[in-house]
């Protein structure tokens, strides 16, 4: 996604009536901390709602704060129970030019020619551990499972994470895998031996 940038002011005021408040006018409370000082902000609770729409947790967004810009990933969102509504918001803070060490998604897509043949597709892993510059970091990472065949599995080792990522998880984990169909296999482990010839 594009870069994502937020207005925001810094508050003073603190306590749950200040932050009801402030969601009454339509703003969002929030904080931004991971370097030093913790922060305390409100920005427009709607253009929050619309930036964040397609954001991962790998996204970087910017909060510029009274002309000063913080880039920070989305660390956590509080939602109200009921409506869904965001209450408040925590910016984890990164600096540009250091490595950091964040989790990715995969998006896991295509029709393994092993699922057409009669397999069953597999996916256990949906997230890797990763290090880089933020400039590097991808929001997301695309697995193509597309040519899996039966008995075919693809590993973290597989996948091409692009120039400058290194891979912290380890690499012999299944992403995706196609079996037999489970009643086929259950067929196969039942199925009774020919009986034998005896001699005399």
């Not at 990164?94 to 069953?120: C, F, M, Q, W, Y």
């Amino acid at each position: 996604m594009a870069n994502v940038v937020f207005s925001a002011k810094k508050r003073t005021d603190f306590g749950s009536a200040v932050s009801r408040r402030l969601r009454r006018a339509g703003r969002l409370p929030g904080v931004i901390y991971g370097r030093g000082e913790t922060i305390r902000v409100d920005l427009d609770a709607r253009d929050f709602s619309q930036g964040i729409k397609g954001a991962t947790e790998s996204t970087i967004v910017k909060i510029d704060v009274d002309g000063k810009t913080h880039n920070a990933f989305i660390k956590d969102t509080q939602r109200n129970i009921i409506n869904g509504a965001i209450l408040h918001v925590d910016f984890y803070e990164i600096e540009t030019d250091k490595i950091l060490r964040a989790r990715v998604s995969l998006h896991i897509h295509g029709n393994p020619v092993g699922v057409r043949d009669g397999g069953v597709l597999e996916t256990s892993l949906h997230e890797i551990e990763v290090e880089c510059l933020p400039k590097d970091l991808p929001e997301r990472i695309d697995v193509d499972i597309s040519q899996l065949k039966v008995n075919q599995s693809i590993h973290v080792r597989d996948i091409n994470l692009g120039n400058g990522v290194k891979l912290i998880s380890t690499g012999d984990q299944v992403v995706a895998a196609v079996k037999f169909a489970r009643t086929e296999q259950a067929a196969a482990d039942t199925a009774e031996p020919k009986d034998a010839k005896t001699s005399g």
